[in-house]
């Protein structure tokens, strides 16, 4: 799907795409949402970019890089979005193409995200497609915050999962923290390899910039440092707590195996007696005593119950 923007009487504007509006039009921006192969070669006929380096963030294993070419610059970065699998809502990344030329700013994504749809409904303060470079680096400085918010909704969830493992352990919660864990490591990878093409662009002067677009740069390198250490931190945090679980888990494991050791020892001594006393000899002692029957299972049970006490006493003292 292509889309086309404008910044009209101070407002930005949807035009409507025709043949003429596709040409390349000064102080455009053209939103490419999964767009269809013959789209794509539009593009890259009307605007002179390389078709593949279009096609770069249609690639969902694509990694964030800087590409400089003969008029155009493209910025491709990892931005966080969420998927709902069974009911339950899912982190991960994708990659995010801002290309620069002449005329217009290209954005290249798989996806309509909230990234792209703040800037189209026009609820970016100052945001403007007739200041290119402050519109691409406002693009970058929304990406690095969604990234702190999706960071925030993890730390919510990880917390809402370890107050059900607080009252029920079961393999769910440990699955859903793993999940988190899954989640985490996506976000942190990509947040430094955004980094790295922030430093780049930061020392590249290919994107000319005056001094406020310098300070929004440097607002957005920032603002992606705090996201990479919050993910960290919230990563070493998860970790911590699925190992602690894992312990607690196995010990009570450890704990109903002693349990059933404990009953089994007790419950075999009265085995052992009965089965003594069970042989099949006449002079069997109590054997023909009229309380036989019961005085061997008293003894049975006292010395269950001797045996019962013993193993009490030195777990006590263990």
């Known amino acids: 799907m292509i889309r086309i923007f404008r910044t009209i009487d101070g407002s930005v504007q949807q035009i409507h795409q025709t043949d003429e509006h596709v040409r390349p039009e000064r102080d455009s921006w053209v ?3 999964d767009p269809s192969p013959d789209e794509l070669e539009l593009i890259a006929s009307v ?7 279009l096609k770069t963030a249609l690639d969902e294993e694509e990694r964030s890089r800087l590409v400089v070419e003969e008029g155009y610059t ?3 970065q990892d931005i966080p979005v969420t998927e709902i699998r069974n009911g339950k809502e899912y982190f991960y990344t994708i990659p995010f193409a801002i290309i620069r030329t002449e005329d217009a700013v290209i954005t290249v994504c798989l996806e309509d995200t909230s990234i792209l749809t703040v ?4 609820r970016v303060r100052d945001f403007r497609t007739d200041t290119p470079v402050k519109f691409i680096f406002q693009m970058l400085y929304r990406n690095a915050s969604m990234y702190l918010q999706y960071l925030r909704i993890i730390d919510k969830k990880s917390d809402e999962v370890e107050k059900k493992l607080h009252i029920s352990q ?3 919660e440990l699955i859903d923290m793993l999940e988190l864990e899954k989640s985490l490591v996506y976000i942190t990878t990509s947040l430094r390899g955004n980094e790295l093409v922030l430093e780049r662009l930061l020392k590249n002067e290919s994107i000319p910039r005056n001094d406020q677009e310098k300070e929004l740069l440097d607002d957005v390198i920032i603002e992606n440092k705090q996201a990479i250490e919050m993910a960290k931190i919230y990563s070493d945090i998860l970790s911590g707590t699925m190992d ?5 888990i196995s010990n009570n494991l450890n704990i ?6 404990v009953i089994t020892i007790v419950l075999t001594i009265p085995t052992i007696v009965t089965g003594a006393f069970g042989m099949n000899f006449d002079r069997i002692p109590l054997g023909h005593h009229p309380y036989g ?9 006292l010395l269950a119950l001797i045996a019962g006490w013993l193993i009490g006493k030195y777990q006590k003292l263990n």
């Open 244 to 248: 602690a679980y894992a312990s607690v």
């Open 31 to 33: 939103a490419l949402t």
């Open 256 to 261: 109903v195996m002693k349990f059933l050791a």
């Open 74 to 76: 493209m910025i491709v």
């Open 119 to 122: 800037f189209m409904d026009g």
């Open 293 to 301: 029957f019961w005085i061997i299972l008293g003894i049975s049970l």
């Open 170 to 172: 079961r393999n769910q």
């Open 47 to 53: 605007h002179h970019i390389d078709i593949d380096d």
